[in-house]
């Protein structure tokens, strides 16, 4: 709402604006685009121009949707669903995301889902059987397998410590 409010105050036109993408009707002029540049950024936001950066973000932003609202309900793996949803091919994307992130996409996806299980756990309100079974884990060992991977502290533990541990997912 925030980033639809700046675009219209500069007389543009936003047809969709969804995470991580805007679509307008007329094209920028650079006064403006140095103005909503400007603007965004006193609001904590920025403008992804190169195409690295735009697909970059598209993947992070497929990931942290699947992750925290989908809960990962994925009817393939993960290079598929990133594969069909950015039209390239995922060695491509893979290769790219390591460059920039100095990560893979994998050890990306698994640290959201590890921050997933860190909020759900401190909620309290579901057993490690139910997170696993949400975030669509095979098992509870292998979740906590992954979790003491991560963490270096076994699920039951870091519950134990009541010290929310997390990190904000734009910090990963």
Same mark, same amino acid.
């Given at each position: ?26 094209? &920028? ?15 904590? &936001? +920025?403008?992804?121009? +190169? ?5 970059? +973000? ?6 942290? +949707? ?107």
């Amino acid at each position: 709402m925030v980033v639809k409010s700046e675009l219209e105050k500069l007389g543009l036109h936003p047809i969709a604006v969804e995470l991580g993408e805007v679509e307008i009707l007329e094209g &920028f002029i650079d006064s403006q685009k140095g103005i909503l540049l400007s603007n965004l950024q006193l609001l904590g &936001f +920025d403008i992804i121009d +190169d195409k690295k950066s735009k697909t970059i +973000d598209k993947i992070k932003t497929l990931i942290i +949707d699947l992750v925290q609202n989908k809960n990962n309900a994925i009817k393939t793996n993960l290079s598929d669903f990133l594969k069909s949803h950015i039209h390239q091919d995922y060695n491509t994307l893979s290769n790219l995301f390591s460059e920039v992130e100095n990560t893979t996409i994998e050890k990306y996806f698994i640290k959201l889902k590890i921050e997933k299980v860190k909020e759900l756990l401190m909620y309290e309100e579901l057993t490690l059987n139910e997170i696993a079974y949400q975030l669509n884990y095979s098992s509870v060992g292998y979740l906590s397998n992954q979790f003491k991977n991560v963490t270096g502290f076994s699920p039951t533990y870091f519950k134990q410590l009541r010290d929310k541990k997390r990190k904000q997912i734009e910090d990963l």
